[in-house]
């Protein structure tokens, strides 16, 4: 691909599905939007929408995956939307780029928040006098992304292991949750429940309440591109990358739509349980009782402390390559690598200070926050379909050792059609009355983001950045790895 080798291959088969695997998490996604698809759908969305949703990424997957084993780079998706291009390679680099940068801070702020929240709604569970704040909640946000910092700056060997950890953490988690809904209720809904649909989004129009309600399998299923990311690290990725992606979305989709049935038939109270702060802690209280309630909550935030550290990786890897070609402000500072770690450990620290300038609005405005945050599926998503849809348009695409043969095409096509049509509805209103806590920022955020791209872009980045850039012929970069 053009790069001296600087990170060392240590990651296998197993461990890059893993870190797909533990970003998607299926746990933390599930747990942090049960409560909205409760009211945009109901059961008959959650479930059934799950199974919908979960086929079209599948062929965001495969189109993905089709792209990695062609250019297996840590730049993954930045650096395969400017080989792909026909013309402005340079321009069509530096938008993906920078949403997927964006996305991936958003998702590892907005999943650390997630499990922040969720350590005071377990700490209020435990000690009723405790008072949650959301200035507390932020403190917590903080501590976490230092604690994922410092685990992401000890060889990436350690991250291999956190993340092998965590998958047995999320299938075991998993069994365990669906086991006690299954076994300890003394009731649960009958079979026909799983029909039942709820619009309680305050708008009239039960079509598009349902469609909102395919946000929460959307929301879930980002991060995947995290085995993209780890290519120059994993052994024989042509392969082993794009196996890692289809494997961590197969098995989401599957182990998610176990735990999405238990949750669902063990609700008791459907209308308590969707207009609580939590609704799914609070049906595993009102099913399971507070004891029970209280043990699998850790098991909650486990897996989305898991998840972030898994997203800070990713993101740190995105920034290396980025940064690599020139395309971040202090670009020298960030690819450099730890002679004694083998890890880009300034990136790690950007990795981790960015999310935590997206936290901060937090301290005085949840609304302040998700307006930032709300780009992160957005981003991550608009970076996906960019390279899908410049190799659509591509006649003479090269493909590597894994590819789809003569279907490449129409699935890319199906892909980005998927993509299209969930970003749009990302970005619709998704409560009435729309009030300044109900509005849709994404669109905003999302706004701001390309603003500052295009004006930093013809402004002084056409000028010095054309795209992912070569080191030299072949034999000049093998003699410059791991110096």
């Known amino acids: 691909m053009g790069y001296p080798r600087k990170l060392t291959r240590r990651f296998r088969a197993f461990d890059n599905f893993a870190i797909s695997f533990t970003i998607i998490n299926i746990i933390s996604g599930i747990f942090s939007s049960f409560g909205f698809g409760m009211n945009a759908g109901g059961p008959r969305i959650l479930v059934f929408g799950w199974i919908g949703v979960s086929v079209m990424v599948l062929f965001v997957g495969a189109a993905m995956g089709e792209i990695a084993s062609a250019y297996p780079t840590s730049g993954a998706l930045y650096f395969s939307a400017g080989k792909l291009a026909k013309r402005h390679r340079g321009a069509w680099s530096w938008y993906t780029g920078w949403l997927n940068f964006v996305g991936q801070v958003g998702g590892t702020a907005a999943t650390n928040f997630a499990a922040a929240t969720f350590i005071q709604a377990f700490l209020t569970m435990q000690w009723p006098s405790y008072v949650a704040t959301p200035q507390q909640t932020v403190g917590i946000t903080a501590v976490i992304l230092l604690l994922q910092g410092l685990a992401n700056t000890y060889t990436v060997r350690l991250v291999a ?9 999320l299938l075991i988690g998993m069994v365990v949750i669906v086991a006690a809904l299954m076994i300890i209720p003394g009731s649960h809904q009958p079979a026909s429940f799983v029909t039942h649909f709820a ?3 305050g708008f009239t129009h039960a079509i598009y309440g349902g469609m909102l309600g395919l946000l929460v399998t959307s929301w879930t299923f980002t991060g995947f591109d995290g085995s993209f990311h780890m290519s120059e690290e994993t052994v024989k990725a042509t392969v082993n990358a794009p196996r890692g992606i289809m494997r961590a979305i197969s098995c989401s989709a599957l182990t998610g739509l176990i735990l999405m049935l238990a949750l669902v038939y063990a609700i008791k109270d459907y209308g308590h349980a969707a207009s609580a702060d939590a609704p799914p802690v609070q049906i595993l209280i009102d099913a399971l009782g507070p004891g029970t309630a209280k043990l699998l909550l850790l098991i909650v935030i486990g897996a989305m402390l898991f998840c972030g550290l898994a ?7 995105q920034i290396f390559a980025f940064s690599r070609d020139g395309a971040m402000p202090g670009s020298r500072w960030w690819h450099s690598v730890s002679a004694r770690t083998r890890t880009p450990v300034k990136a790690v620290w950007l990795a981790a200070a960015c999310p935590l300038v997206l936290v901060l609005p937090g301290w005085w405005s949840h609304t302040a926050f998700t307006a930032v945050v709300s780009v992160n599926v957005v981003g991550l998503f608009l970076a996906y379909g960019v390279p899908i849809f410049l190799r659509l348009r591509l006649d003479d695409f090269q493909p590597g050792p894994w590819n789809l043969g003569r279907f490449g095409k129409p699935v890319a096509f199906i892909a980005v059609t998927w993509i299209v049509i969930s970003n749009v509805l990302f970005m619709l209103p998704q409560a009435s009355p729309i009030t300044a806590e109900s509005f849709n920022y994404a669109p905003i955020a999302l706004a701001v983001v ?6 930093w872009w013809f402004a002084t980045a056409r000028r010095r950045f054309q795209g992912p850039v070569s080191y030299g012929r072949p034999d000049e970069v093998a003699a410059m790895d791991l110096i």
């Open 311 to 317: 997203n800070m990786t990713s993101n740190t890897r």
């Open 450 to 455: 390309l603003v500052i791209a295009t004006v």
């Open 199 to 201: 619009n309680n989004t």
């Open 161 to 169: 292991v956190f993340n092998r950890i965590s998958v047995w953490w």
